[in-house]
């Protein structure tokens, strides 16, 4: 048998909590069945002061999925750089690739890549989850392109991302997707109505998820207007949001007490644990991601992966995630109209009997691309040996 080629991921692993984290532990584990895969791990991501949330670090007791990784990247220590870059150089990887989502690692990534031989500069792959954050600026415009300048080809997680990467670079681009996240499912059934008996709801009630860190672009101002119009005409119909404020928790809160629905919504602020995920979306009926931008989200692939369906906007690639009236609903744009007409239709169709789970889960038989991604780095790896990709213009 022949020795497997190595590949280099960079960027964060365990114990850093964030989607990076996940996503790239899950495609880690999924190379490794073909490839001899490292994960080089940050040292330092973010300084504290930069930091919104409480803590970068995940305090999981459970971690769900977790990748050997050797932590020796620091964000903004050149001579990290430095060695990282040398001790890369004594590995001889088939593939480096790179995962990008933040401007602020433009310098990191840059000072990183120059420090590589010339062998090892033509190797490098970006996977690209987003090209620029949702609250860009010039600044991070200009760091995005320090760093993506670089690149021999990217691994676009979206058909959205793929396009804004071919307006940018000339350069080869690879198209995968993120995971289906349904390794947060606990072993033991979940006691719905004792689960649902602690919040407030009853056996009888349809109850709304609001997942993850709260941030202006996920639209929870929008789905509080939206659910003051449903408030009255269904009162079946309950609103209860998870997740980590970084914006501040008394805005939301006021907004809900000027629409009169502050009693009716059960917020809880909070970044939930891996061991703790799964009742939040067991007890909960349908996820709904009123985002005003996006490429795609991971918290969509977890309501899949607890076979619940949603109601998104169309924006990045949530709406081509859907099956409509199938796997849940996409509202034309992130207002409060479309929202609520979106969540209606759900409504109806859940009074209606829909199996939104079956539709799901033929769904991801034919659609889940991430299961197939392990063929698809083969196909790069050998591209790059061949030098079948070519390199963006500076």
């Known amino acids: 048998m022949s020795e497997k080629k190595k590949i280099i991921v960079v960027g964060p692993g365990y114990p850093y909590r964030n989607g990076q984290s ?11 069945g073909k490839f001899n895969v490292e994960l080089i791990n940050f040292s330092m991501l973010y300084p504290a002061f930069l930091f919104p949330g409480k803590t970068q670090y995940d305090e999981s007791k459970d971690r769900k999925i977790r990748f050997p990784n050797t932590r020796m990247l620091h964000s903004l220590n050149p001579v990290s750089w430095y060695k990282t870059a040398k001790y890369i150089n004594r590995q001889q990887p088939a593939l480096i690739a790179i995962d990008w989502w933040h401007p602020f690692l433009g310098p990191c990534f840059n000072g990183l890549i120059r420090f590589l031989s010339p062998k090892n500069k033509k190797k490098i792959l970006f996977i690209t989850e987003n090209v620029i954050s949702h609250e860009a600026n010039k600044t991070d415009n200009f760091l995005t392109r320090v760093a993506l300048r670089h690149a021999h080809a990217f691994l676009a997680l979206s058909e959205s991302v793929e396009r804004h990467l071919k307006r940018m670079f000339a350069v080869s681009i690879y198209r995968s997707a993120l995971p289906v996240y349904d390794f947060y499912k606990a072993k033991n059934p979940v006691d719905l109505r004792q689960v649902r008996a602690q919040y407030g709801f009853s ?14 672009y996920k639209g929870l101002d ?3 207007e939206v659910y003051k119009n449903l408030y009255e005409r269904y009162p079946e119909l309950k609103l209860l949001v998870v997740g980590e404020f970084y914006e501040p928790e008394e805005h939301y809160r006021q907004l809900a007490q000027s629409l009169g629905v502050n009693d009716a919504v059960v917020i809880e602020n909070r970044y939930v644990p891996d061991e ?25 692939s977890m309501a899949y992966g607890f076979g619940k369906p949603v109601v998104v906007t169309d924006v990045g690639e949530l709406g081509a995630m859907v099956e409509p009236d199938k796997t849940g609903i996409v509202a034309a744009v992130p207002q409060v109209k479309d929202v609520q007409e979106a969540i209606e239709r759900y409504v109806m169709l859940k009074r209606q009997g829909t199996d939104f789970k079956s539709h799901i889960e033929q769904y991801l038989q034919q659609h889940d691309r991430f299961n197939q991604v392990d063929q698809l780095f083969e196909t790069i790896v050998e591209d790059y040996a061949s030098g079948r990709v070519y390199q963006a213009a500076p």
Do not use: H, N, W
């Open 22 to 32: 996940v996503y790239l532990s899950s495609l880690c584990q999924k190379l490794s």
């Open 203 to 216: 056996e009888q009630d349809t109850v709304l998820l609001f997942f993850g860190l709260v941030r202006k």
């Open 222 to 224: 929008l789905l509080l």
């Open 276 to 300: 703790e995920v799964s009742p939040y979306f067991e007890m909960s009926d349908c996820v709904v991601l009123p985002y005003k931008s996006a490429t795609q989200s991971g918290i969509l």
